[in-house]
């Protein structure tokens, strides 16, 4: 049994149009930039956002079919879903918050409690049952709204955001615990996230949106390895470059020309990977690389032991240098510069 969402809604001035299936015990992180529709598809699979086309399905029961009228309210659906922000009910304990879902379900009082207080065991908050949202850390509300979400043994769990009210010092920590505790759930996993290392440690497969589309899915490393839009290439840092492909280079639609060792002819994608960038201030022309285009510094970024510099021009282009050689360079903000890369450091695949 599955998950199996076909959903057309337009919402504002977003028209989304997304189809997917989900396997039981599988985890799957939607990633997109803002207004894409992540958030919207989590709503209408949770039946807060009712669909205008298509149809849902949680292992085999209709949800949400407009063709045949069918909409089942979001208490009765088997889902259970993590808000961003936790939700929790700051006038309850974490033992109330817990049982709500629960108690909603009409399951009665001393029986919601005592399920409740199973979930709180399993995620470590024995200590913190009778304490308030108000006083846990974000770590604790996470687990806490992550028992809520599970206490009513939903067969579908929504994510959205689940690690993003966190600061960075706890971040690493509370996704290697929601990660434990995400294991022992067997049913279907949605995750919403713009956080690639949360879709790296959590999920089993990603899909990319944009615009209300799902424009690439796939594990994250088959994802990544091919990016195929300029959200997921700036995602995973990599320079994404579409273009036709003739006598051994790509030309963009701009008129750039990239040179490739090789590729076959036709419309295809080229990555060039921000360290593979050789940044220099004059044309390198004793240099081996067979490519070189001026631009200008646009963007300056100190990472660690790295500067990350956006230089724009004939071919914009991310490049990764040391600290030395940006100090030796002295560059600044707005000054011209040529960036150059060999052929042979570069990936090249169909489009």
Not at 61 to 83: L, N
Not at 99 to 106: E, K, P, Q
Request: net charge negative.
């Amino acid at each position: 049994m599955t998950l199996a969402a076909a959903i057309t809604c337009e919402v504002g001035s977003l028209q989304l149009a997304v189809e997917f299936a989900v396997q039981p015990g599988e985890l799957l992180a939607i990633l997109g930039p803002n207004g894409a529709g992540k958030t919207t598809v989590l709503r209408a699979l949770a039946g807060l956002q009712p669909i205008d086309e298509g149809r849902i399905t949680i292992d085999g029961t209709v949800v949400d079919d407009p063709a045949t009228d069918t909409f089942v309210e979001p208490a009765r659906r088997a889902t259970g879903m993590m808000f961003q922000q936790y939700a929790l009910f700051p006038h309850l304990s974490v033992l109330e918050n817990v049982a709500f879902g629960l108690r909603a379900h009409r399951v009665p009082k001393g029986e919601a409690r005592r399920r409740a207080h199973e979930w709180i065991e399993r995620v470590g908050l024995t200590d913190h049952a009778q304490h308030r949202p108000g006083e846990l850390s974000g770590g604790q509300a996470q687990r806490a709204a992550l028992a809520r979400a599970l206490a009513t043994d939903p067969r579908l769990l929504l994510l959205d955001e689940p690690l993003s009210a966190l600061d960075a010092g706890t971040r690493d920590a509370v996704r290697r615990d929601l990660r434990h505790h995400l294991a022992s759930f067997d049913g279907m996993r949605v995750m919403v996230t713009h956080d690639p290392i949360d879709a790296f440690a959590l999920a089993d497969r990603v899909a990319i949106i944009e615009a209300g589309r799902i424009v690439q899915t796939g594990t994250f490393e088959e994802v990544t390895a091919h990016p195929r839009s300029r959200y997921v290439a700036d995602l995973v840092g990599a320079n994404l470059v579409h273009g036709v492909v003739a006598a051994g280079a790509l030309t963009t639609a701009t008129g750039a020309k990239v040179v490739l060792a090789d590729a076959p002819p036709g419309p295809s994608f080229a990555v060039i990977r921000p360290h593979s960038i050789v940044v220099v201030r004059e044309s390198p022309f004793a240099s081996s690389a067979r490519n070189v285009w001026p631009g200008t510094i646009t963007e300056l970024d100190r990472l660690g032991d790295r500067v990350r510099l956006r230089v724009d021009g004939v071919l914009p282009l991310t490049a990764e240098i040391t600290v030395a050689a940006f100090e030796a360079l002295a560059l600044q903000r707005g000054d011209s510069v040529h960036t150059s890369v060999k052929a042979t450091d570069i990936e090249v695949y169909p489009a």
